[in-house]
């Protein structure tokens, strides 16, 4: 049924068996949802049972949202809201967008404002007719978090026409017949960096990652060029999560005519946007090409489309998705894809990590069904077996505190998002314990930025962790601890100062403040760094945790100059935010159910066909280590 008649038959359907169609001023499309604009708020909630039968009936999401013309007026209605609310709640914003009749409500615990099952905000919305949003306010203040969130809210009226736009193709008459899907990787196959993948049925292409390799020059963006990529009848974009390799080519996208929607987790869309912004940063300050500016990023924000863990989702006639956490980084997914009805399954990993962190629960093994299971490779050569995490975290902890002893300053390169809040929680945690001296813990970069986005996020946290933020005193990522360095002024300081640990970007040393620090601490022995995340070939950090003792860098006239290498050098495996090999091997073993064909992807050659090679030896599926370009027919 094409997309207007839906809307003719859900129409229908309500006018004609339900009970509140009286309540009710227009029906349309919200990107995959269904939205009800009601005149009538009372009418609505009192048949909230119906409404949810109604929608599993008709398999979408409903989203209530009043018909402007009986909105309370936005002063009168935010003096409601603050006395509705307990003051205990702490509300700290409360902002209003018209054009959707929706108020955003930022609260310090957002769980007193929604009321127990949502009591509270049926009770507001009943009072004002706004359909009240309560977001967390994060306990770290940060512009960019707070830009990202109003550029959200201010661009609602464009907003409302593009999501009306996408939900009316999603629910197109399906065009084609047959039952063919084709797998292609655009990049990030046998290698890692650029990852993309196309998935085509003869009725949808959907685009999986789009990410940059920012460590190589040839090598850098996927290969968009191929003759199946063709922008503007992409049906969707999805993205697994916010690691460049994965997201950073996604705003292109929009300067060269792709217009549909993008999805991923809500924390994804943040951190996306955080990196994305540092990655045009850097280029414009370093006088390199962009590929994109910052309006192609307000433009991929503006056509996000934020799915939770476990919503199950139609982006094409023929397409479900579901999220699942992926347990790399904060918001990272493993998306289940469903193609047609029940004709396959597929799941593609994203970065994966089976294990326990300190922030994030292993990822999820266990689907409805699956045929096809596209899995990282990064960690899949035979000895790529991780130590422990604790005696990882040991290590850590004895060339720290050996280092600060003799007076030196440890840099530790870590990538903005994931593995410096890995390394933060840790540091705390032995501070707290006494286990570790009060030497001054420096975040440079973006980190400070992508802590608060995960202070603002803490449901996707793992259970100990989320207990401890909800306990607002043990909040790791607020304790003092941790200074924020907030340029070049403060940076001088630091090198000049006592001994310290230093956490900055960029994780491979590809640009960014680390190498500031590098430049300047790098002759004396006393200092040391430390890699605790992956060094991809070719990176200045892999050069330098080959032995290179002679590295040249660009000074501040802008001349190369050589840096002698006298720091102290070491790599601290364990902390990964990727599996090993005994772990990947694990999922395989562990996926429920069983699938029958394994493509290993996000890896260097060797490491992608030896582990498909294992895989295949010892599960006796059909294994597959696609170069990039290669095609791989499904189904
Ligand atoms: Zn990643």
Redesign the pocket.
């Known amino acids: 049924m094409a997309a207007e008649e839906l809307l003719q038959e859900i129409k229908r359907i309500v006018r004609e068996e339900t009970p509140f169609a009286s309540a009710i001023s227009d029906i349309d499309f919200e990107g995959p949802r269904v939205v009800f604009y009601c005149k009538n708020l009372g009418l609505l909630m009192e048949n909230g049972e119906v409404i949810k039968e109604f929608a599993r009936k008709i398999r979408k999401r409903i989203i209530l949202r009043p018909d402007p013309k009986i909105l309370t007026e936005p002063k009168k209605a935010e003096k409601d809201i603050r006395r509705l609310v307990p003051t205990e709640a702490g509300i700290t914003d409360i902002i209003f967008s018209q054009n959707v009749g929706e108020v955003t409500i930022e609260a310090q615990k957002p769980g007193i404002a929604i009321g127990k099952g949502g009591s509270l905000l049926r009770e507001i919305m009943r009072e004002i007719s706004w359909t009240p949003r309560v977001v967390r306010a994060p306990p770290i203040k940060s512009e960019i978090v707070r830009n990202i969130r109003l550029s959200i809210i201010q661009g609602s009226t464009k907003r409302r026409d593009i999501l009306r736009k996408i939900g009316r193709r999603i629910h197109r008459e399906p065009k084609s017949k047959g039952d063919w899907i084709r797998f292609t990787a655009l990049g990030g196959a046998r290698e890692v960096g650029r990852s993309s993948f196309l998935l085509q049925t003869p009725e949808s292409r959907v685009m999986i990652d789009c990410g940059v390799n920012v460590a190589s020059e040839d090598r850098a963006f996927p290969h968009l060029e191929v003759p199946e990529i063709r922008l503007p009848e992409l049906d969707a974009v999805i993205l697994t ?1 916010a ?1 460049l ?2 997201c950073g080519f996604v705003p292109y996208l929009f300067k060269y005519g792709f217009e549909g929607p993008v999805y991923c987790t809500p924390a994804t869309r943040d951190l996306a946007v955080l990196l994305q912004l540092d990655y045009v940063g850097i280029a414009e300050r370093e006088d390199r090409p962009l590929p994109y500016n910052k309006r192609d990023i307000t433009t991929f924000l503006r056509h996000c489309i934020p799915l939770d863990y476990s919503d199950v989702t139609d982006i094409a006639p023929d397409v479900r998705i579901t999220f699942h956490n992926a347990g ?2 904060l918001g990272s997914a493993i998306a289940h894809i469903h193609i047609g009805e029940g004709i396959y399954n597929l799941v593609y990993t994203g ?1 994966l990590k089976f294990d326990s962190t300190r922030l994030l629960s292993p990822a999820v093994c266990t689907f409805p069904r699956l045929e096809t299971l596209i899995m990282d490779s990064t960690y899949g050569g035979a000895e790529d077996i991780q130590p422990f995490r604790a005696n990882a975290e040991k290590e850590f902890i004895r060339i720290v505190t050996e280092t600060t002893k003799r007076g030196g300053k440890v840099i530790v390169p870590a990538f903005a998002v994931g593995r410096a809040q890995e390394v933060m929680v840790l540091l705390e945690d032995y501070k707290r314990k006494g286990l570790l001296d009060g030497t001054p813990v420096y975040l440079d970069g973006m980190i400070w930025e992508a802590t608060a986005i995960h202070t603002a996020y803490p449901e996707y946290l793992s259970p100990e962790l989320r207990e401890r933020i909800f306990r607002a005193d043990e909040n790791p990522f607020i304790s003092d601890l941790f200074e924020r360095v907030k340029g070049p002024d403060q940076r001088a300081q630091v090198i000049e100062g006592d001994p310290a640990i230093i956490i900055s970007t960029a994780g491979m040393m590809a640009g960014g403040p680390v190498l500031e620090y590098f430049k300047t601490l790098a002759p004396d022995p006393r200092n040391t760094l430390v890699f605790v995340g992956y060094q991809c070939e070719g990176s200045l950090g892999r050069r330098i945790q080959k032995g290179w003792r002679e590295v040249p860098l660009r000074n501040d006239k802008g001349r190369v100059a050589e840096v002698k290498v006298n720091m102290e050098i070491q790599t601290v495996e364990g902390f990964s ?1 990727h599996s090993d090999r005994a772990q990947l091997l694990n999922y395989v073993r562990r996926a429920s159910p069983k699938p029958q064909r394994v493509i290993c992807v996000h890896g260097d050659e060797n490491n992608c066909i030896s582990l498909a090679s294992a895989l295949h030896k010892l599960f006796k599926v059909e294994t597959k280590a696609p170069r990039s370009l290669e095609t791989i027919r499904l189904h």
Do not use: K, L, R, V
């Open positions: 999560h690691h390799d994965h790399h980084i970065d935010g």
